[in-house]
Structures are given as structure tokens and as C-alpha cells.
């Protein structure tokens, strides 16, 4: 009897979730029809082009297509952990995502700090608008800027002859230099658009607590970091997980416009090799699986550090 009563409950409940969705699908039907362009392109060009990836498993044929092409299993996998640019590849493309982790993250929130603080109307909005305009260049433009200032004679190759006393020729010719010119380039690029988002939480903190903070006698700095900082976490916290969740992913286009074969040894990452395996010479197969690779670990990263930080901070994106 007990088991018939649930199975009649959930019957019941099952029946309560049908009507009130068939209810609000009447009442806002519009809404709903809003979403089917945006699920139509999440399904055409996010989820179904997903089964391309069993051409990492296949010696893929363009002729032969995706069904008709030889399986061979884990092959591809086996052949990028024993090649030679295994850990030349895994490590570049760390370290550059790092070296952003460390200054290109962090670069964004001390603007916004420092911006937050200024009282001046009309010289906020004159390095706001500095600040955003190279975001809104090409990047082809923004490479061959980068090559311009870092060829010999180049205002940077200057700047940095003048520090080291050495003279230098073109500094994207020595591989110790393309991980601080990718760098802090990026940060040039990116830092007035990236420290928008956090402006935007700042905007919201109740003035009522600097107000009190003034009353007990905190300056700009001990409000900064005892009042700002704190609210702003949340917004922090969620795009370092993010961050995080994409360190094994590079900036491709700027890294193959910027690198050549004299960097190959710092600036030879994950997304450069697979372009040059997969499109310059036709490995396919071998590029899918190294692709695979990456999306497996960024995966893994990403799940990683929601759960450290839903742990610590109980801010977590899921």
C-alpha cells in the first residue's frame, strides 16, 4: 500500500509539473520562441560540429569522410605523449598562461581600483577611454604594431638596450623575449576593457560603508582593501575560475603572428602546434587528438577549481 501511495503521489506531482509548464508556456509563449534561434546556433555550431572529435580516434581521409575512415584507436594520443614537442608544448603553453594569470589578471582589478578612487569626472573618462581603445584594434594591427616597436630601433628595442646596455636586433629574434612581449602586450591590449566588469561591481557597493569606514578614521587605502575588495569577490573569485579553467588554452592568431622558428622554444604552445600539424601539413587526426587533449585538461582545471573555491569561499559557478 505504502509503495502505491508514492507511486500515486509522484503521479500526482508529475501530472502538477505538466500543467504548470503547459500553463506558462501559454501565458509566455513569445519568450519561448525567442530562444529557439539561440538554441538552433547552439546546436548547428557548438554540439554538432562535436562529432568531429572521433577523427581523433581515425586516420581521417577528407574523401573517405568521417564514417568511412580507418579506426586506430588511441594511436594519435600515444604518438603526441612519446613525440618530441610533448613538454615543450605543455610547458609553453603554461608558462604563458601563467605569466597572464600572474600580471594579465591582475592588472585589470588594480586599474579599476585606482580608477574607483579618482574624483576628477573628466580624467577618469580620459584613461577609461585611453585604456579601452587598444581592445578595439585588430589584432593583425596590434601584431604589427608589436613588430614595429620591437624591431631594431624600435621605441621598445630602445627602452630595452638602454636598461641592459646591450644592443639588440628584432626582440621577437630571442625566445627569452616573446613570453614578456606576448604578456605584457596582452595587458596593454586588454586591461581597460577586462577591469570594465569590476567597475560595474564597484558601482554597486552601498556608499553607507565608506561613509562609516571615514567616521572611524580609514584612509583610501584601508577602505580599498577592507571595504572594495571584499565586495568585489564574488566577480574575482568567478573569473579566476574561468581564468583557471582556460590556462591551457593561448591566444593562437596573435602567438602564430607574433612567433617564428628562432622562439619556437618558449612560444610553441598547444594551439600554435596543432595549427601547424592540422592545416599547414594535414594531420588531422593527429591535431583533433592534441585538441582533445587540452579541452580534457582545461576540463579538469576548470571542475578543479570551482570545487577549491566553492570549498574556501562558497562562491562557486555550479
Not at 223 to 239: E, F, G, Y
Amino acid at each position: 500500500m505504502d509503495k502505491m501511495n508514492g507511486r500515486n503521489d509522484r503521479k500526482r506531482k508529475n501530472s502538477l509539473t505538466l500543467d504548470l509548464i503547459r500553463k506558462d508556456f501559454k501565458k509566455n509563449y513569445f519568450a519561448y520562441l525567442l530562444i529557439i534561434p539561440v538554441l538552433a546556433w547552439y546546436i548547428i555550431f557548438c554540439y554538432g560540429p562535436m562529432w568531429g572529435i572521433t577523427i581523433a580516434f581515425k586516420n581521417y581521409k577528407p574523401l573517405l569522410g568521417f564514417a568511412a575512415s580507418k579506426w586506430v584507436g588511441l594511436k594519435y594520443f600515444e604518438e603526441f605523449f612519446t613525440g618530441p614537442y610533448f613538454f615543450r608544448t605543455i610547458k609553453n603553453t603554461l608558462m604563458l598562461n601563467v605569466w597572464g594569470l600572474a600580471f594579465g589578471f591582475t592588472s585589470p582589478i588594480l586599474l579599476a581600483l585606482l580608477l574607483n578612487e579618482v574624483r576628477g569626472k573628466v580624467f577618469k573618462k580620459t584613461v577609461q577611454t585611453i585604456t579601452y581603445m587598444p581592445h578595439f584594434i585588430s589584432l593583425v594591427v596590434i601584431a604589427g604594431m608589436i613588430h614595429i616597436f620591437t624591431q631594431s630601433g624600435g621605441i621598445i628595442t630602445q627602452v630595452v638596450d638602454f636598461i641592459t646596455g646591450t644592443e639588440h636586433s628584432s626582440l621577437l629574434g630571442y625566445s627569452k623575449m616573446f613570453r614578456p612581449i606576448y604578456t605584457f602586450s596582452g595587458i596593454w591590449q586588454n586591461v581597460g576593457w577586462d577591469s570594465i566588469i569590476y567597475l560595474s561591481a564597484m558601482s554597486s557597493i552601498d556608499p553607507g560603508l565608506y561613509e562609516a569606514a571615514e567616521i572611524d578614521g580609514a584612509g583610501r587605502l584601508r577602505k580599498m582593501w577592507h571595504i572594495t575588495l571584499p565586495q568585489i569577490r564574488p566577480t574575482i573569485i568567478i573569473l579566476f575560475i574561468f581564468a583557471v579553467g582556460g590556462l591551457m588554452g593561448s591566444s593562437h592568431e596573435k602567438i602564430i603572428l607574433l612567433y617564428n622558428s628562432l622562439t619556437y622554444d618558449t612560444a610553441d604552445v598547444i594551439a600554435s602546434y596543432v595549427y601547424r600539424r592540422g592545416l599547414q601539413e594535414a594531420s588531422y587526426s593527429f591535431a583533433t587528438a592534441v585538441g582533445l587533449v587540452s579541452a580534457v585538461i582545461n576540463f579538469i582545471l576548470l571542475w578543479a577549481t570551482n570545487k577549491i573555491a566553492k570549498k574556501y569561499s562558497e562562491i562557486s559557478i555550479w
